[in-house]
């Protein structure tokens, strides 16, 4: 049986390919158009909305070759060792997090910038800071009260 | 010959003025950007819109105040988590 060799150039190309197509799908979220919204008119008032976009990400490829050694005999011949292998692999990952940030707004009485606060986000934030404090305080209590006793 | 794209950059772009009555506004974003061979990334807010209004120019910025509060609630935790170090490790040498 014969197999066919691994074409490593035409992986790598693809490989390439593949982190290119990445790497412009993440730097795409630079751009000013990833921030603003298209404007929006409603009657006399235009508005555009504005959100901060955060977007990361990995990836990797390696290429390998080998012995792989393979044993083969006919009846009555010596062993052969055919020293052929190799692999390709790659992968990677990676997020995108858009958060609204405020509201422009341009009508007859100006242009006005309305700011998003992000409630839920704060609360969990300030019960985080809230348990921190409280534990701050009772490990400076129970310091006090061992001393004190 | 191939040209060299910093592995950092701090960018600013501004969107294609918008044209409202006799206003013109021009919506400005700063992204922060690191390029590295496995990868990368991006971190893109919205800064400032510009007013254009009879030759006049005005910069309206854009605050993000759920970003401050963030940042001042991680700094009264980090505080406090100092305090509270500093208070264990005193009471230990005492």
Redesign the interface.
């Known amino acids: 049986m014969s197999e066919q060799p691994v074409d490593m150039d035409r992986h790598y190309t693809r490989a390439e390919e593949i982190v290119a197509e990445l ?1 412009e799908k ?2 795409g ?8 919204s298209q ?1 929006i008119t409603q009657g006399d008032i ?1 508005v ?1 909305t ?11 490829f390696a290429a390998g070759m080998g012995p792989r050694q393979r044993a083969f005999a006919a009846e009555g011949e010596e062993t052969k060792k055919e020293e052929t292998g190799a692999g390709v692999g790659g992968g ?1 990952g ?1 997020g995108s997090n858009a ?1 609204p ?2 509201v ?1 707004e ?1 009508g007859t009485q ?2 006005q ?1 309305h ?4 409630r839920t ?2 609360g969990i ?2 019960f ?2 809230l348990g ?2 409280c ?3 009772m ?2 209590s129970r ?2 009260r ?2 004190g006793g | 010959m191939k040209k060299s794209i910093p592995i950092l950059q701090w960018r600013t772009a501004e969107a294609e003025p918008i044209q409202v009555g006799d206003r013109r506004i021009t919506a400005v974003s700063q992204a922060l950007v690191l390029r590295l061979p496995f990868g990368g990334f991006v971190w893109n807010r919205p800064a400032w819109v510009t007013v254009e209004q009879g030759g006049q120019l005005r910069r309206i910025w854009i605050i993000d105040y759920t970003r401050l509060i963030l940042w001042g609630l991680g700094l009264l935790s980090l505080v406090f988590g100092l305090l509270a170090f500093e208070g264990g490790t005193k009471n230990k040498r005492r």
Do not use: C, H, Q, W
Not at chain 1, 115 to 118: L, T
């Open positions: 790497g993440l730097f979220a630079a751009r000013n158009s990833a921030v603003y404007p235009l555009i504005a959100a901060e976009v955060v977007a990361g990400g990995g990836y990797g990677g990676g958060r940030v405020a422009v341009v100006g242009v910038v700011p998003i606060i992000d986000k704060l934030a300030l985080t800071t921190a404090m534990m701050a305080f490990r400076m310091g006090r061992e001393m």
